[in-house]
């Protein structure tokens, strides 16, 4: 679990870098500053959730379920908030009509506030 952490931390960090310089060179003169502005809060959260998953990778045990659920509620609620933004930032360019992703962004951000629940909860037991 403790190298699963650790990967997604990378993968999440890496590909945030990469979205944010592509957003800020290539995507200014495409997208609204609206929609811009958006995959600019995609992109950091990306970047938060690999931050913390790179110090709890290295500080969990993971001897727990509630340590697990924090863990897996982090990533799959940064899959769902970021690169929903990502794609409804996208429709346009797409030429396509994407918003039926708008609900999976706040399901999303419940994920990730779940991780971060369970998180204080496996502190405070």
Not at 75 to 103: H, Q, R, V, W
Request: with cysteine; proline share 2%; charged share 10%.
């Amino acid at each position: 679990m403790k190298e699963f952490t650790l990967i997604m931390a990378c993968i999440f960090g890496s590909s945030a870098i990469i979205l944010g310089a592509f957003g800020a060179h290539a995507l200014k003169k495409k997208l609204s500053n609206e929609k811009l502005s958006s995959f600019e809060v995609g992109v950091r959260y990306q970047m938060y959730s690999a931050i913390t998953l790179l110090i709890l990778g290295y500080n969990l045990n993971f001897e727990f379920f509630i340590e697990q659920l924090t863990i897996y509620s982090i990533i799959a609620g940064t899959i769902l908030f970021s690169f929903s933004i990502y794609l409804l930032s996208f429709s346009d360019i797409m030429g396509k009509n994407l918003k039926f992703l708008g609900p999976i962004t706040p399901l999303g951000g419940l994920l990730l506030i779940i991780g971060w629940i369970s998180l204080l909860i496996s502190i405070v037991q």
